[in-house]
C-alpha cells in the first residue's frame, strides 16, 4: 500500500492549513475527510479576523498577534500556488465607543502602541468611512490589524494550493502514514473526551446570515457582540449566535431572525438587503478557550489540533508553523495554555 509523512484528518481550517504548511517543508501529505472539504464549522460564513483587545497581554494573545500579521503572506501563498481566492483582506475594523467606555478606549491605544509595536494602530476617531454606523459618544474605535475572509472560499482555496502542490484530499487513508493529525472539530473534541475519561471540550453551535449588500473595501464592524463582514465578492457576512444546548445543529431557527433584525437595526445600511443564505452548525470549543494542540496522549504518532472556537481562521496560520515543527521537526513551540493538557480537569493536569 502506499504510504505518506503526514496523514490529516478532517478538512476544516486546521487540517488544511497544517496540511499546506507541511507540503511546504517537504513532506507527503494527504488529508482525510469522508464529508469533504470545509464540511463543518469552517463552511461557515462569517470570517472575522480580529484581534483580542491590547491589555493584560499573554501567550494567546502574543501568538495571536503573530498569526494575524503573517495571514497576508500566507494566505497570498495559498492563492498563488492554488489559483483561487480566500477572500482575505486586512481591511480593518470599527466599533463605536460606548457611554462611560471613553478612557479604557483612550487606554487600549496606548497598550496597541506598546503591544503591535509599530505593526498596527488602534486609535479613537470621530469619523469612519463606508458604514452609517452611529454613536452615542460620536467616537469610534477603529483597529489596522483586523482582517476578514471568505471562510468556504479559504477552505477551497486552500484545498487547491495543497492538490497543485502534490497533495491529496481524500475520503479515506490511502495507507500507512509515520503521523496523524486530528483536526476533527466538535466531533473530535467529542473523541478525545472519550478517550481522556474527561471533557477537553464542547461543541457550540452558531448562526449567521449573508445579505445581497456590496461594501467591499470598508471595514468590518463590530456592535453589541455583532460581527458585520463585507466580503469581497459584494456580500455582507453577519453573525453569529452562540447557543451551548442546541437541539438541531444544522437548523437555522427564529434565533438568526433575531440576529439579522438586530443588525438591521444597529446599522441601516442593511435595512433593504436581501438575505442570501442562513448557516448554522457546530463550532469546537476546547475546555481551556485556546487552540488544544499537542500529542494525543498515550497515542504514539497521533497529534491533535483543534478546538479554535471563533479565532480558528485568524490562528490558523501559526497553528500551522508550530504543528509542523512538532511533527516533523520534534520541535515543541506551543505556548502556554494550548496544550491538551490545559483543557483536562484541574485535578487531572
Not at 480580529?50 to 497581554?57: G, Q
Not at 501568538?63 to 481566492?85: H, K, R
Not at 466531533?187 to 446570515?209: E, F, R, T, W, Y
Not at 453589541?224 to 449566535?241: E, K, Q, Y
Request: hydrophobic share 45%; aromatic share 6%; net charge negative.
Amino acid at each position: 500500500m502506499a504510504s505518506v509523512d503526514v496523514s490529516i484528518r478532517g478538512a476544516g481550517i486546521f487540517g488544511l492549513s497544517i496540511a499546506w504548511a507541511c507540503l511546504q517543508a517537504g513532506a507527503r501529505v494527504e488529508v482525510v475527510d469522508p464529508s469533504g472539504v470545509a464540511a463543518g464549522a469552517s463552511g461557515g460564513i462569517v470570517g472575522a479576523l480580529a484581534p483580542h483587545v491590547p491589555e493584560n497581554w499573554n501567550a494567546k494573545k502574543a501568538f495571536q498577534l503573530d498569526s494575524l500579521l503573517g495571514a497576508e503572506p500566507f494566505w497570498a501563498g495559498v492563492e498563488m500556488a492554488g489559483g483561487v481566492s480566500s477572500g482575505y483582506v486586512r481591511s480593518g475594523r470599527v466599533q463605536p465607543v460606548m457611554p462611560g467606555a471613553e478612557q479604557l478606549a483612550a487606554d487600549r491605544a496606548q497598550g496597541a502602541d506598546a503591544l503591535w509595536q509599530g505593526h498596527a494602530t488602534w486609535e479613537v476617531v470621530s469619523k469612519i468611512d463606508g458604514w452609517a454606523l452611529s454613536s452615542e459618544t460620536g467616537t469610534y474605535i477603529y483597529d489596522t490589524l483586523s482582517a476578514l475572509i471568505h471562510p468556504r472560499q479559504a477552505c477551497a482555496a486552500l484545498a487547491a494550493a495543497i492538490k497543485a502542490k502534490g497533495g491529496d484530499i481524500r475520503v479515506a487513508p490511502c495507507g500507512r502514514a509515520k503521523a496523524v493529525i486530528w483536526t476533527t472539530g466538535a466531533q473530535g473534541l467529542h473523541d478525545l473526551s472519550g478517550a481522556l475519561g474527561a471533557d477537553v471540550g464542547v461543541a457550540v453551535k452558531g448562526q449567521a446570515a449573508l445579505l445581497d449588500l456590496d461594501r467591499r473595501g470598508a471595514p468590518q464592524v463590530f456592535v453589541d457582540g455583532l460581527h458585520v463582514i463585507p466580503h469581497l465578492d459584494g456580500t455582507v457576512a453577519i453573525g453569529s449566535t452562540t447557543e451551548r444546548d442546541a437541539q438541531s445543529p444544522a437548523t437555522t431557527d427564529h434565533q438568526l431572525d433575531a440576529l439579522i433584525e438586530k443588525a438591521r437595526q444597529l446599522l441601516p445600511d442593511l435595512a433593504q438587503a436581501t438575505v442570501l443564505a442562513r448557516w448554522a452548525g457546530l463550532r469546537p470549543r476546547a475546555r481551556s478557550r485556546a487552540p488544544m494542540l499537542g500529542t494525543w496522549p498515550n497515542r504514539p504518532g497521533h497529534f491533535v489540533a483543534n478546538g479554535g472556537f471563533k479565532i480558528g481562521f485568524g490562528m490558523a496560520p501559526k497553528v500551522a508553523d508550530v504543528m509542523v515543527d512538532l511533527v516533523l521537526h520534534d520541535q515543541d513551540h506551543i505556548p502556554d495554555g494550548f496544550r491538551i493538557e490545559d483543557s483536562l480537569p484541574k485535578h487531572m493536569q
